[in-house]
């Protein structure tokens, strides 16, 4: 299963004109944030279910902060990462990926791509497609779940 990663993309509707454009062929899309509207608009631009959060950003109560969902039998939680401080380290999304008992933690806030094992859990940020940070490139992100069970996160740069 190949799942399309997106954050921050701060209503920047080019932009995710240009992540559809590269990405190819997805079973969905994940937002992590900022701003939860372009997770609607990706929804009705690819005609496919996207789960959203609310990044600091996003002004709202009407969105939660943090979705888990369940795809292709791994469970995986969506978080915007501010409330985790994110900007100083990922320790904290460990931590609370363990306790949540998840194998995929997807975050945002930083703009800066991170896709990096910390032991049994993937904690994967797809950076910025449109404010990347820290030199980064623009970027999103593509999460494979293989039939075997192995997931694998790739950073595509745009």
Request: aromatic share 8%; hydrophobic share 35%.
């Amino acid at each position: 299963m190949r799942i399309g990663v997106v954050s921050d993309s701060h209503g920047d509707a080019g932009v995710l004109h240009r992540v559809l454009a590269d990405a190819g062929t997805v079973a969905l899309w994940l937002h992590a944030g900022d701003y939860y509207r372009d997770g609607r608009r990706l929804a009705e631009l690819s005609g496919l279910p996207v789960t959203g959060v609310a990044g600091n950003c996003d002004r709202t109560q009407d969105v939660p902060a943090d979705e888990y969902i369940e795809a292709a039998g791994k469970k995986i939680w969506l978080t915007h990462g501010h409330r985790q401080h994110v900007k100083y380290g990922v320790d904290e999304l460990v931590w609370w990926g363990r306790q949540y008992g998840v194998d995929i933690v997807v975050f945002g806030h930083t703009h800066i791509p991170y896709n990096h094992r910390h032991q049994e859990i993937l904690i994967f940020n797809p950076g910025s497609p449109g404010a990347p940070r820290g030199g980064a490139a623009p970027s999103y992100g593509i999460l494979e779940i293989h039939a075997g069970g192995t997931i694998e996160g790739t950073i595509r740069e745009l």
